[in-house]
């Protein structure tokens, strides 16, 4: 790869997005390449594209870890896998085989990595001959213009994990916070889409697409399809060509945005209190988080957000783009760059519908409703004289005497939780504090009561309610 022969045309730089969610490969005029980080080991090793043909068949003889196992100690094959830095190694192989020469590569680098990765990618590149190799931080390399207005927070997307990162406000790319979250994951994701949609087979013709591997492996074949047309239609006939026959069911895609959406609910939780305490968010979003029903509509409950998506390969693209700036830092991953497009404008992204009255303004137990104003509001078994609350029965389980309380901070009504059985936001038990709004349920005890946050409007309201 580092020879030229004569008369060719320059050998162009390549960008890499090593995110294992979507591997992909640039050069300047487009997408040369993209494939999820898989390998399977069946009378030989197929990788990406060509090792999701049988990844659910033959789950022992498969790996979805090793670009993020990549120079970690614990990182050797199992099996009749090779180690991780071959595993590597082969699908860079088989990515820069799509290129042919080129004057070097530079990688967008997913964010949590440390340095040792890094450079054991950078490594397995120069073995392979690149004339040059450069990092960058990926989310850097896909923050490019300014969001007025708003704090940037990039969530990256992995096959085993989301990336949750905060940038400093400023004309400069650079990392102001990160965190690492376990959901919702892309193998999440379609194990929740798959998992529910197998039900409704279940359900229609008493048919398991999941109670072997070989007909589950069918139905992650069919589900990239499925969820595509469930994004577009109410609902969607689903025909599944399994092994055992034919199997027709109707899946509704509002169920599934539900089932989904409790997946996103920690992460929601999450955004919320970040929108609380640093205003309108700007949320840029992987490319492959969008491709499940439920995950934009839920990022839209943050108040005041803008979700942006990215188009495949933004951290490549991104890289490339300022490559004189990667280069020009030296050695290691590359953690600012400058931003190198105009400010983004109002009517770019998608904005979530400003909602008078999203923030609650009561809280409705069964029949009776209580207002919710500066003054806390307790939930639990005992409310002593001169406090504001709802007193449950003492004998109610898992109900502590001063269960949790409702306050308002900084303009936002929050939710704590002092109990040690656990308070549940929407589904998932909190930790520690939540911010709520309108619409969401608060859950005490076993079996639970439920707590509905709302807000009451001032006028007729619509008139297509």
């Known amino acids: 790869m580092a020879g030229q022969t004569p008369g060719a045309a320059t050998p162009r730089w390549l960008g890499l997005d090593a995110n294992d969610a979507a591997l992909t490969l640039v050069d300047p005029q487009g997408v040369l390449a ?3 980080g898989y390998a399977v080991s069946i009378d ?21 870890r090793h670009w993020r196992e990549l120079g970690v100690a614990a990182s050797a094959g199992a099996g009749r896998l090779p180690a991780a830095a071959e595993l590597v190694g082969t699908h860079l192989d088989r990515l820069l085989a799509r290129a042919g020469q080129c004057a070097g590569v530079v990688v967008a680098v997913p964010g949590g990595w440390h340095a040792d990765q890094a450079a054991a990618l950078r490594s397995l590149l120069e073995a392979r001959r690149v004339p040059a190799v450069a990092c960058v931080d990926g989310a ?5 213009a300014e969001h007025p207005g708003h704090s940037v927070l990039l969530l990256e997307a992995g096959l085993h994990g989301l990336g949750l990162t905060r940038f400093s406000p400023g004309e400069v790319a650079a990392v102001a916070g990160r965190e690492w979250l376990p959901q919702p994951s892309i193998e999440a994701l379609l194990r929740v889409s798959a998992e529910f949609i197998a039900r409704r087979f279940i359900e229609a013709t008493r048919y398991d697409p999941l109670h072997s591997p070989a007909s589950e492996q069918a139905l992650f074949d069919a589900l990239p399809g499925w969820l595509q047309r469930l994004q577009r239609e109410p609902a969607a006939g689903l025909v599944l060509e399994a092994p055992a026959g034919r199997y027709e069911a109707s899946i509704p895609a509002a169920a599934l ?6 997946l996103c609910e920690p992460l929601l939780q999450q955004l919320r209190a970040l929108a609380a305490s640093r205003g309108p968010l700007a949320l ?6 969008a491709e499940f029903p439920g995950v934009v509509e839920t990022l839209l409950r943050v108040p005041r957000a803008r979700v942006v998506v990215l188009p495949p390969g933004a951290a490549a693209h991104g890289a490339l783009a300022r490559l004189a700036a990667v280069r020009a830092a030296g050695g290691g991953v590359v953690a600012t760059l400058p931003l190198d497009q105009a400010p983004v404008t109002e009517g770019e992204g998608i904005t979530a519908a400003a909602a008078p009255g999203s923030r609650p303004t009561h809280v409705l137990f ?8 500066a003054e806390p509001f307790l939930l639990g078994t005992e409310v002593q004289s001169g406090e504001r609350g709802v007193a449950l029965d003492p004998a109610a389980r898992g109900v502590s005497r001063r269960h949790c309380t409702l306050r308002t901070e900084d303009g ?3 939710v704590f939780d002092h109990s040690r059985f656990g ?3 929407n589904g998932h038990r909190i930790q520690g504090s939540a911010v709520l709004e309108a619409g969401d349920v608060l859950a005490l005890g076993s079996p639970p009561a439920e707590f509905r946050l709302i807000a009451v409007e001032e006028g007729d309201g619509p008139a297509d309610v």
């Open 284 to 289: 840029l979003v992987h490319h492959r988080l």
């Open 412 to 414: 936002a009504l929050y």
């Open 257 to 262: 945005r539900a089932r989904v959406a409790l």
């Open 44 to 64: 030989g090793l197929r990788l990406g594209a060509d090792a999701a043909a049988d990844l659910r068949r033959q789950p022992l003889l498969a790996s979805t």
């Open 34 to 36: 993209t494939e999820p």
């Open 140 to 144: 850097v390399a896909v923050h490019r």
């Open 423 to 425: 308070t549940v936001l």
């Open 366 to 373: 069964g029949h009776r409703a209580w207002r919710l104003d």
